[in-house]
């Protein structure tokens, strides 16, 4: 049986990809914060590096000799570090008139007077630098000197340690993605599990097992599972009524018929005009058929309902054989036929008993009618292959080769079987039935003699 | 042989009684479980011929009920449901065989052989007639220190024979007994089995005779 639903969406892959988006948003938030804080941290320690040397130059200002002197101090300019090839600028001017350094170096716009740095970034000889500007006051006869010192350096470390930084940041996002990824994942998975055992434990049911499920589940799921047990118990209301349903119009049917027959036998004894006796013989195999044709409808209908809630169990095809024919042997017994059955214990089978039985019985009903008074009915069971074959052979006229093919149709009849009852019906069961176990049904003609062989293939379980 | 027919449809009861009473059985009828337990509590029966849908109850609930009470009678369930569904239940119940509604008189007759001899498990139902012994149940025939096996229309004959010595039976009423109505057996037929019959009691001082334009009888020489 496949089962097809209506799938639409799926809670484990919304569920997934919710949880992998915000892992990703975190992710990038935590770049962005990282680098946001590093590039503070670095040009900090920058500007501190650089206020530090435009201090300690500008401590070294005095005035000498009427002019402002400068001497600029070693460790001023190596505080600068020269680990990278960063490049260092200074100038240094007095009361807006330059005094020494780069003369290029744009000078810094004074700021208002309480300030005593002030930072900018700029380019210079087609570089980008971090410049600061500091400004001290010298006493002078001739009145104060703005002495102002500006120290610059290229940014090229900053930029080098800021991407040393970012990659490292990159990988601790990606890190986090992942971790955070694989918990969502795994998460979702013990979210949707209850899902899966309650669907595990209702398709491994056996199929006449409409009992309420009373595994527990989660609150969430309490719904569905109290709509599935309703829906079972109203299932299995409506089973019911289908076999009372079955069982009634069998009842109804055959009781009038047996009445009928039986009091069509009667006449027939005491009849004795030939053509009285031949109008009642008319008669009763209009009912017999009429009776056999309402059983073999009763039993496909039975065999239909049963093929979809198949009751398995381990079966031994010879011992169901040998059951089977003993029904069977006072029917043959009535026309001389002599049943046989031949065969060693097969390997077991998986099926339903009462339809194989029901299959078998009819192909047995098949053969003694069809088979000429006094012969042999033989069943064999053996093995083919995976297959556990049961045949049975008659010693009637056997099958007409065209007929082969639709035989198995329903309510049809080989066109050798006009002077026998039958509604048709007996193959089409077989067949049902045996399909119904995975196998399948064989008719044929008997090799060296005359005859028709019907075999059941069932595959070992 | 007596019979018990628990059937609750009147027209098929009285049909069934007619049809058995014609073969010379004696039918008690119930149509409830309550009769029926009545008649089995009080007489004894050779076959018990059960219905299953009952207005008092299950045919099911008389057949356990009969069988815990260690009653060895045996019962054959008349059944008009599907052979399917009632297979089922009624032989684990401890049902002999049973039948599905509307049957052939020589399909039940033969059923109730075929339960009457498994059960009497070798006991000889032997009848004595001139100095010929058979026994219809094992299916022999003895004539002196010969035993013969019988096959079953040379059996069903010489049975209906034994029953009534001496009684001329026509070839159409041996016909009707010994043949179902599906087949067209022509009147020779018969011809056939009593001249297999007479060869096996050929040396004995039992013959069949030819009444002519009447039918056989059984006779001493």
Request: with cysteine; charged share 25%.
């Amino acid at each position: 049986m496949t089962a097809i639903s209506n799938v639409s969406g799926s809670i484990r892959r919304r569920l997934t990809l919710q949880l992998l988006g915000i892992a990703a948003v975190l992710a990038a938030l935590l770049f962005i914060m990282v680098m946001t804080f590093a590039k503070q941290v670095a040009e900090e320690s920058q500007d501190n590096i650089l206020t530090a040397s435009a201090t300690s130059i500008l401590d070294s200002a005095a005035i000498q000799g009427g002019g402002v002197t400068v001497d600029i101090p070693y460790s001023a300019l190596s505080m600068l570090g020269n680990v990278s090839d960063d490049r260092v600028f200074y100038r240094v001017t007095a009361n807006g008139k330059f005094l020494t350094g780069y003369k290029g170096l744009s000078v810094t716009k004074p700021g208002r007077k309480q300030e005593r740095h002030s930072f900018m970034t700029s380019h210079y000889m087609g570089e980008s630098i971090r410049m600061v500007s500091a400004t001290r006051r010298l006493s002078y006869a001739s009145g104060p000197v703005e002495v102002t010192v500006s120290v610059a350096q290229t940014l090229k470390r900053q930029t080098e340690t800021l991407e040393r930084i970012s990659t490292s940041a990159f990988y601790l996002g990606f890190g986090f993605f992942i971790a955070a990824a694989i918990l969502g994942v795994l998460s979702v998975q013990s979210a949707v599990k209850p899902i899966q055992i309650l669907a595990d434990s209702v398709s491994r049911r056996g199929p006449q097992d409409l009992r309420a499920v009373q595994a527990p589940v989660p609150g969430e799921m309490a719904p569905l599972v109290v709509a599935l047990n309703r829906f079972m118990e109203r299932l299995k209301k409506s089973l019911t009524r289908s076999e009372e349903f079955i069982a009634e119009a069998a009842h109804r049917v055959r009781t009038p018929l047996a009445v009928l027959r039986t009091q069509a036998e009667i006449a027939l004894r005491r009849v004795e005009r030939p053509e009285n006796r031949a109008s009642l013989k008319e008669m009763i195999r209009a009912i017999d058929e009429s009776s056999r044709a309402a059983g073999q409808l009763l039993d496909h209908a039975m065999v239909s309902f049963r093929t979809d809630h198949l009751e398995v169990t381990k079966i031994d095809l010879l011992e169901l054989g040998r059951e089977t024919l003993e029904r069977h042997q006072p029917l043959a017994e009535m026309q001389d036929k002599t049943l046989i059955i031949e065969g060693e214990t097969p390997p077991p089978v998986s099926g339903d008993a009462i339809l194989i039985q029901n299959a078998l019985s009819n192909i047995i009903d098949n053969a003694i009618k069809y088979a000429p008074f006094g012969e042999d009915i033989k069943i064999r069971i053996g093995t083919e292959g995976h297959w556990v074959v049961v045949s049975v052979f008659d010693q009637g006229e056997g099958f007409n080769e065209t007929d082969i093919k639709h035989l198995t149709t329903r309510f049809s009849r080989g066109g050798n079987a006009e002077n026998t009852i039958g509604s048709g019906l007996g193959l089409t069961i077989a067949e049902e039935v045996v399909q119904a176990h995975g196998g399948y049904l064989k008719l044929s003609n008997r090799k060296n003699v005359t005859g028709a062989c019907v075999s059941f293939y069932f595959p070992q379980s | 042989m007596r019979y018990l027919l628990v059937e609750d449809n009147v027209k098929l009861a009285a049909a069934i009684m007619d049809r058995l009473t014609m073969d010379g059985h004696v039918v008690d009828h119930a149509d409830k479980i309550g009769v029926a337990e009545d008649f089995v509590s009080t007489a004894e029966y050779d076959m018990i011929l059960l219905d299953i849908m009952l207005p008092d109850g299950d045919g099911r609930e008389f057949l356990s009920n009969h069988r815990s009470r260690q009653d060895e009678t045996p019962v054959i369930v008349l059944t008009a449901r599907s052979e399917v569904s009632d297979r089922v239940g009624v032989l684990d119940l401890g049902a002999d065989d049973y039948i599905t509604k509307p049957f052939d008189f020589s399909e039940l007759e033969a059923r109730c052989r075929a339960v009457w001899r498994r059960q009497s498990g070798g006991v000889t139902n032997a009848k004595r007639f001139g100095d010929v012994i058979f026994d219809s149940l094992a299916g022999t025939l003895n004539v002196g220190s010969q035993t013969v096996s019988l096959r079953n229309k040379e059996l069903r004959l010489l049975e209906i024979f034994f029953g009534a010595p001496e009684v001329i039976f026509s070839k159409t009423k041996l016909v009707d007994r010994l043949f179902p109505y599906d087949e067209d057996v022509s009147e020779n037929a018969i011809e056939v089995y009593v001249g297999r019959l007479r060869r096996h009691i050929a040396s004995s001082s039992v013959q069949i005779i030819t009444v002519r334009g009447l039918g056989y009888r059984l006779s001493l020489v």
